[in-house]
């Protein structure tokens, strides 16, 4: 199912038949959230690719008015849905959480026409019940980044302020906890010690690109947060602006430093970690179109920006206009 309707650039429709295409920033996207059509956006390492039955797969570089993105996107379809693929630090993993351009990301992702973003993410754990290997459909996010004028698509001339109380999709969250608990169970059935999906938890957003100290875990474990990484909130406030569904799959790797029982994360310890898993996050993805009936289309993730732009529409330079176009196009001409 196609949600992607037409793109287009001036007087010119493109239909997307090369295999290498380039988006301006000026056209018009024709889409309605209410049609409860899904186009998924996937953010995270690579590997995904050979997890079968995707086809159609097509390179795209795009322009935005926030620089480049981490790399080039690659589209396609998996079981008959349109899906986009990122690789958040870019092919060959070149790029610094603190580095990446969260907004060109995600404006991107609204480019393309994507509705639902999953996050594959590594993070660490902050509680015992979480064992590496382990997988959390966070719900909650807590920022310790310095990074919040670099989280918004607004100022410069126009003023907004979302709602982030919810900042998961609640239709997603179900829809992507699901597909986890049953790849999880096709993979390795009943076995004793196999991976655990657990449904919500607190994401704590830490700068990086150093791990925490002892201390810091210590007390992000007393503050009650669950689990720790360096780079989805960004991703999450920008998609609530850019009206995207948006969920996190934290797929646990280490126990930080905290755990007297184990050793302190490293990234040896995180990849390995990464590699075992590498199974059930391809399962996972293909399991998506399968369940996407689960989304009824009664979330308010579409219609986040329909109270938050308090600028009076008649100053906002209309270079701004045109440059938020995707993000703001519905409510200010």
């Not at 690789?87 to 639902?116: D, Q, S, Y």
């Not at 980044?145 to 670099?150: A, C, P, R, S, V």
Request: proline share 4%.
């Amino acid at each position: 199912m196609s949600c992607l309707k037409n793109i287009h650039l001036g007087d010119r429709i493109i239909k997307g038949t090369s295999n290498n295409w380039r988006f301006s920033a000026n056209y018009n996207l024709s889409f309605n959230p209410k049609d409860n059509c899904m186009k998924l956006g996937i953010i995270g390492g690579s590997g995904v690719y050979d997890a079968g039955n995707i086809g159609n797969l097509k390179e795209i570089s795009v322009e935005t008015p926030f620089g480049a993105p981490s790399d080039k996107f690659t589209t396609g379809t998996i079981s008959g849905l349109d899906f986009v693929f990122l690789p958040r630090h870019g092919k060959g993993h070149r790029i610094l959480p603190g580095e990446l351009n969260h907004r060109a990301n995600i404006f991107a992702m609204k480019k393309l026409g994507v509705t639902h973003i999953i996050s594959i993410s590594a993070v660490g754990s902050l509680q015992a019940k979480y064992r590496p290997r382990d997988i959390v459909v966070v719900d909650q996010y807590f920022d310790r980044t310095k990074k919040g004028l670099e989280h918004t698509f607004f100022g410069n001339g126009i003023a907004a302020h979302i709602s982030m109380a919810h900042p998961v999709c609640p239709e997603l969250k179900e829809l992507a906890f699901k597909a986890a608990s049953v790849s999880v169970k096709e993979i390795h059935g009943s076995k004793k010690n196999a991976p655990e999906v657990h449904k919500g938890g607190t994401y704590l957003n830490m700068e990086g690109p150093a791990f925490s100290t002892k201390a810091e875990s210590e007390v992000y474990r007393s503050w009650g947060m669950d689990v720790i990484g360096m780079t989805n909130l960004g991703e999450a406030k920008l998609s609530r602006e850019a009206e995207i569904c948006y969920c996190t799959l934290a797929m646990v790797t280490d126990y930080d430093c905290w755990h007297p029982d184990h050793d302190h994360v490293t990234v040896d310890m995180i990849i390995q970690n990464l590699i075992a898993n590498s199974s059930i996050a391809k399962m996972i993805i293909l399991k998506i179109p399968t369940l996407r009936n689960m989304l009824k289309g009664k979330c308010a993730c579409g219609s986040a920006l329909s109270m938050a732009i308090i600028t009076n529409k008649d100053t906002i330079p209309e270079k701004l206009k045109r440059d938020l176009k995707p993000i703001i196009g519905k409510y200010i001409k």
